[in-house]
């Protein structure tokens, strides 16, 4: 039996099944004077796959994600968020936030997509959940990876993290946030080795900004991702430091929020963990339209 439900009883209508064009192919489109890169593969219901701070699309097709969602029946669409890739980069906060969410609206409009399934990863997952609470029309299912509703920093440590990025410094408030209560923080020379590698791939300027825009907004909260109708799933490693709110947002969600815990992964390696990509297939397979 499905555990969810593509009828009135949700709210929901069965997207149209449209193919993407030239699959494979980057491509740039411009949301509102910023360009943005794309790319699509596959056929089906649409599935939006919203990358992690620092990230890009090749994370997830690197990981398998694009090629083994578009073979199981899937149009399958990532993007490189703004700052990030080889999308338009900003160095003011209010460049981001809210105008991430409108950045994935103006491409499933761009698109001719009505409503996709939407993963996202760590910051990725922030964006996916502000989509949900403000336009859950748009969203057929949701996967929150490696995140929780809340904040897990303090508005002091916010800070402290944006001019650690902004630095090109490694970001000790957010790397203890992100990891197990009783874990160590990487040596100096790790984090040397981690930043050299960050920095270069990407415009710290503009993550800084990106990750500075949510220091002082209102998170949302699992009381606002509740009502809105659209079957969920969290995806979290068990050595995460997200864990414990990815609980709580399960229990604040009264059984709307399914919850698969990775074993023995942790925040930087449970999206390419074999069990995410299965999660997300079994859940789709739940939740898509047949």
């Not at 509703?149 to 440590?157: I, R, V």
């Not at 068990?238 to 059984?255: F, I, K, N, Y």
Request: glycine share 8%.
């Amino acid at each position: 039996m499905r555990l969810f439900l593509c009828a009135a009883v949700l709210g929901i209508l069965c997207p149209a099944l449209a193919p993407a064009q030239n699959p494979t192919t980057p491509r740039l489109f411009t949301s509102d004077t910023v360009q943005i890169r794309y790319l699509e593969e596959g056929s089906g219901e649409p599935v939006l796959l919203i990358h992690g701070l620092g990230g890009r699309l090749e994370d997830w097709t690197a990981a398998g994600f694009v090629a083994g969602l578009a073979a199981a029946g899937f149009r399958v669409t990532a993007y490189d968020a703004r700052g990030h890739g080889e999308s338009s980069k900003f160095h003011d906060s209010d460049r981001y936030g809210n105008e991430d969410v409108a950045d994935v609206l103006r491409l499933l409009d761009h698109l001719s997509i009505e409503r996709a399934h939407v993963i996202g990863y760590s910051h990725g997952s922030k964006i996916a959940s502000e989509l949900v609470a403000q336009h859950p029309d748009r969203v057929s299912s949701v996967v929150y990876g490696g995140w929780g509703a809340g904040n897990p920093l303090s508005y002091e440590d916010c800070l402290a993290t944006v001019d650690a990025l902004a630095r090109g410094e490694f970001p000790v408030p957010l790397m203890r946030a992100l990891q197990a209560s009783d874990a160590s923080l990487p040596t100096k020379e790790e984090q040397a080795m981690f930043m050299e590698r960050y920095t270069a791939a990407n415009d710290m300027l503009a993550l800084a900004a990106a990750f500075g825009a949510h220091c002082a907004d209102d998170p949302e909260s699992a009381a606002s991702l509740n009502p809105s109708g659209v079957p969920s799933l969290a995806i979290v490693g068990a050595l995460d430091g997200r864990l414990p709110s990815v609980r709580a947002m399960a229990q604040e969600m009264d059984g709307a929020l399914k919850v698969h815990v990775i074993p023995g992964a942790d925040h930087l390696t449970a999206r390419r963990h074999p069990q995410f990509l299965a999660q997300v297939l079994s859940f789709l397979n739940e939740t898509r339209c047949q």
